[in-house]
Structures are given as C-alpha cells and as structure tokens.
C-alpha cells in the first residue's frame, strides 16, 4: 500500500497535467451584432466554416498557444484586422490568446486599431469559445463609442482524432 501523501501528490500531478491542444481544427464562426461601427465585411449572423490551426508548447511554462485562422474568417482578418495569428496561453484546456492590429482607422481625430481577444475551451477534440473586437484608441474625445463598444463572434468546432 502506497503512503497517503504519495497518492495525493500522484493524483494532483495527474490533475494538473496540461493536454496538447495542438491540431487542425475546423470549426463554424458566428458573428454577433454590430456593437461597434466595424468594417463592411460585419455581418451578423454570418457562419462560415474555417480553418483553425493551434500550436501548443506543453513544455512552455506558460503554456505558449498561437492560433492561425485560415479560409474566408482569416482574409476577414486579415483584411479588418491585418493579422490572423493570435497568440497567448493554455492552461489545462483553457485558451486565451489575442493580436493587437496594424491597420489604423480614423473617425475625426480619433484613432484606433482592432485587438482581438479569444477565449476557448478544448474538451477532447472539441473546441469552442467567442473571439472579442475591442477598438484600442488614442483616447480622443472624438473617441465617443469606440472607448466602450465591443463586437464579439462565437466559434465551434473539432480536430479530426488521431
């Protein structure tokens, strides 16, 4: 019989062992409503099925993630945004990932790139979670609802089992 310390420290150790989340994934985007004035390529409720492809560094101590959206969702990007890799960490099978833009919009004398903020879940092959536009500004007073608004799409899908 093993000493009860020895089990509980296997059995944390099994409980804080962190998957690799890495693969192809595909996965269906949903794009909320307009919450802030956005490129003309917004479109609420539009699906489009894509390719999600995730890196995991499970050696990382942090737990390093990046995050590659192909097809039509990553020229949307691309052309919105001017990236379509995000980055950032996975705990257990928790993402958290964002890219700060480089293209720059004017409205008056404000001005402001997008940063994507993602936040997933990874349960088995499964992946789900929602990708947060948040105009980042020179604070501006011409700035008004840019300081405040949010556009937010949703997203699912799976990586085929290996």
């Known amino acids: 019989m093993l000493p ?6 296997a059995l944390a150790a099994a409980g804080c062992a962190t998957p690799d989340l890495s693969g192809d994934y595909v996965v269906e985007v949903t794009t909320g409503p307009r919450g802030c004035p ?12 894509i390719d999600l492809t995730v890196t ?8 390093g993630v990046t995050l590659v ?3 039509t969702t990553g020229f949307f990007y691309g052309r919105s945004v001017g990236e379509f890799t995000l980055t950032g960490e996975a705990t257990g099978g928790e993402i958290e990932a964002s890219v700060l833009g480089d293209l720059t919009y004017r409205a008056g004398m404000c001005t ?24 980042v500004t020179n604070e501006h007073p011409d700035c008004g ?9 949703t997203f699912a899908g799976a990586r085929p089992s290996p």
């Open 38 to 49: 956005t490129p003309d390529l917004w479109e609420e409720g539009t699906a489009a099925g």
């Open 145 to 153: 609802e840019y300081a405040t608004c949010r556009n937010t799409q």
């Open 56 to 63: 995991h560094d499970v050696d990382d101590p942090d737990g």
């Open 4 to 9: 009860r310390t020895l089990v509980l420290v």
């Open 112 to 135: 402001w790139d997008w940063r994507l903020e993602l936040d997933a879940t990874v349960t088995g092959d499964d992946i789900a979670g929602t990708i947060t536009w948040v105009p």
């Open 69 to 71: 959206v192909g097809g």
